[in-house]
């Protein structure tokens, strides 16, 4: 059994030239086994580090987060190096889908938090059918009122009985769950890989880079290449390229064919930042 511990939608602005407004969802799929030891051992960094008792982390802490001010700079990306390592030693991979909400959805979904809950739920799938597993999918609650909460899970359950174009979900084991984050550490990890993939995807600079160099070995492969597998970024053929900049992936992988990357016809063939 194989556990999907998901992060809600984020959203935000890049500065990468051209990219429109980002959403963005991911999360740990985490062994089942793999799962109380690494939570314990999640738990045991956060006392370690000084975090007061009920408070949660987060990749950018609340103003009125005791981590806001309490663990910044060098000890913030030293704790989440050390969570990160931890998932790592535990087996647990990462997924992230983003989307650029100014193309059209990949599917028929309402909307572009929809449609990167979709795109997610596929890989997830994925992942649980190539390790020959079924699975559970446990997401952070998302923001809004309780009728929000159930018309997303409502939206969930859809794709899962009716599947996508692509992907018809047969190992997900029961509905997808939800939970308040503060009361799971491994969704607090979910929520940052999704965030910091997320920025390091805009173009934030300072924080995400040398974070996500630790996120990229827990993004699963298949066929050598990462983007569209571990980090799908929407629309494919506008964003193929940074898959070479920011995960070395050598070719994109339309199956059954392969293109050499970077495409020099299509968008940042040749810097990361510029169109």
């Given at each position: 059994m194989l556990f999907c511990f998901?992060?809600?939608?984020?959203?935000?602005?890049?500065?990468?030239?051209?990219?429109?407004?980002?959403?963005?969802?991911?999360?740990?799929?985490t062994p089942g086994?793999?799962?109380?030891?690494?939570?314990?051992?999640?738990?045991?960094?956060?006392?370690?580090?000084?975090?007061?008792?009920?408070?949660?982390?987060?990749?950018?802490?609340?103003r009125d987060q005791w981590m806001r001010a309490g663990l910044v700079e060098d000890h913030r990306a030293e704790f989440f190096a050390r969570v990160l390592?931890?998932?790592?030693?535990?087996?647990?991979?990462?997924?992230?889908?983003?989307?650029?909400?100014?193309?059209?959805?990949?599917?028929?979904?309402?909307?572009?938090e929809m449609d990167v809950t979709r795109l997610f739920l596929?890989?997830?799938?994925?992942?649980?059918?190539?390790?020959?597993?079924?699975?559970?999918?446990?997401?952070?609650?998302?923001?809004?009122?309780?009728?929000?909460?159930?018309?997303?899970?409502?939206?969930?359950?859809?794709?899962l009985q009716s599947g996508t174009k692509y992907v018809k979900p047969t190992h997900v084991?029961?509905?997808?769950?939800?939970?308040?984050?503060?009361?799971?550490?491994l969704v607090q990890v979910a929520d940052v890989v999704t965030s910091c993939t997320l920025a390091a995807v805009a173009g934030e600079p300072r924080f995400a880079p040398p974070i996500f160099e630790m996120i990229k070995p827990m993004f699963p492969r298949d066929l050598g290449r990462v983007g569209g597998v571990g980090l799908k970024i929407h629309a494919n053929y506008v964003y193929m390229n940074p898959y070479h900049w920011l995960l070395g992936d050598r070719d994109f992988v339309k199956y059954p064919s392969g293109i050499p990357l970077p495409v020099a016809a299509s968008p940042y063939a040749r810097d990361p930042n510029r169109w």
């Open positions: 998901a992060a809600d939608a984020r959203q935000q602005k890049p500065s990468r030239e051209r990219m429109g407004p980002l959403v963005a969802t991911g999360g740990l799929i086994p793999a799962v109380a030891p690494l939570e314990r051992a999640i738990d045991a960094l956060y006392r370690d580090c000084g975090f007061p008792p009920g408070e949660e982390f987060k990749w950018s802490p609340r390592a931890t998932a790592a030693e535990h087996g647990a991979q990462t997924v992230v889908v983003i989307e650029d909400s100014s193309h059209r959805c990949a599917t028929d979904a309402p909307n572009a596929e890989r997830v799938e994925n992942r649980f059918g190539a390790a020959r597993s079924e699975g559970i999918v446990i997401v952070d609650r998302p923001g809004g009122d309780r009728a929000a909460e159930d018309r997303f899970l409502a939206g969930c359950l859809e794709t084991a029961l509905y997808v769950l939800s939970t308040p984050s503060h009361l799971v550490r």
